[in-house]
């Protein structure tokens, strides 16, 4: 039976794109919260420590494992090389750490983290671009898998491979130490069937973001070409089971392809609207009754 192990991601809390939302509450609160919760770890966020040995515990403290942590990589501005260079750190502290992947977004031209610009005026690549991009994490996913850790790209709203057809193009022209991180909320967010997406590419799928979505708001983001920090305040994203996402069918692919690895709550809320002790508890339960109604088995 294929084992997985629930996390979550901070932003339940604190925002690291609009860093207003939660700004007051301690590290500590959301960690004890989390585990509260029945969470077994948690992604980094802006708020952790940068250090192995303080990383660990802080940790350590509440019994929680370091599931991943974001990297912000620029392979249209900068050589593999660069990049390589340039991710060390990072590297060092997850390997140290324990976790097995590194969640990786190319944020070049990017436009997620800036309130005035739409979603609908997101970057495009040219034909060059796309070559350019994908040689370069071919070089980064072999160095990476070289010391122990797989390469999750994340697809991203308001960046350059938010579709489906970017996520399929990226794959289509990586070898496979270029894992994906398939987050369903912004695949549907993009349009995007995240089924379809588990069915072609299952052995490719090194980490899974269950982020939910609103589709009422979704529309309303579009009709009113919104950017995503205000889709965010709008209420777009919410943990599983409380959105219109239809989780299932995915994570039973994701089951019978063998994935063994995270299921990460992943919902970017403002904390005064949405209690975040409250969606941690209830991201926690319907994450962990999906999981099972899917045929994994859940362990600590």
């Known amino acids: 039976m294929s084992r997985v192990r629930l996390g979550i991601n901070p932003l339940t809390w604190t925002n690291d794109d609009l860093p207003s939302l939660g700004a007051d509450t301690p590290l500590e609160v959301?960690?004890?919260?989390?585990?509260?919760?029945?969470?077994?770890?948690?992604?980094?966020?802006?708020?952790?420590?940068?250090?192995p040995g303080?990383?660990?515990?802080v940790l350590d403290r509440f019994d929680l494992a370091l599931v991943s942590g974001w990297y912000s990589a620029r392979l249209l501005e900068r050589s593999p090389e660069e990049e390589i260079a340039a991710v060390q750190g990072h590297l060092?502290?997850?390997?140290?750490?324990g976790a097995k992947v590194m969640v990786l977004c190319e944020v070049s031209r990017c436009i997620h983290g800036n309130r005035g610009v739409p979603l609908s005026q997101r970057p495009h690549l040219d034909?060059?671009?796309w070559q350019r991009l994908t040689e370069g994490l071919n070089v980064v996913g072999d160095y990476l898998g070289e010391q122990g850790i797989h390469l999750a790209y994340h697809h991203h709203l308001g960046t350059v491979v938010e579709s489906q057809h970017d996520v399929e193009r990226m794959l289509d022209n990586t070898r496979d130490c270029v894992g994906l991180l398939l987050d369903l909320g912004h695949l549907r967010g993009a349009?995007?069937?995240?089924l379809a997406v588990a069915q072609r590419y299952a052995s490719r799928i090194r980490h899974v973001h269950c982020k939910d979505v609103r589709y009422p708001v979704l529309e309303e983001l579009r009709n009113r070409d919104k950017s995503f920090l205000d889709a965010v305040l709008d209420g777009l994203f919410t943990v599983p089971g409380d959105g219109n996402v239809d989780f299932l069918p995915t994570l039973t692919r994701l089951r019978e392809a063998g994935y063994q690895g995270w299921?990460?709550?992943?919902?970017?809320?403002?904390?005064?609207?949405?209690?975040?002790?409250?969606?941690?508890?209830?991201?926690?339960r319907n994450l962990r009754a999906l999981a099972e109604q899917a045929g994994f088995r859940v362990v600590d």
């Open 30 to 51: 959301c960690l004890e919260e989390g585990r509260e919760a029945g969470f077994a770890g948690f992604e980094l966020g802006n708020k952790f420590p940068r250090t």
């Open 54 to 57: 303080a990383l660990s515990e």
């Open 92 to 97: 060092d502290l997850l390997k140290q750490c």
């Open 127 to 129: 034909d060059a671009d």
């Open 191 to 194: 349009d995007g069937d995240p």
């Open 263 to 284: 299921l990460v709550v992943e919902a970017e809320q403002d904390p005064e609207i949405a209690h975040p002790l409250t969606y941690a508890r209830m991201g926690y």
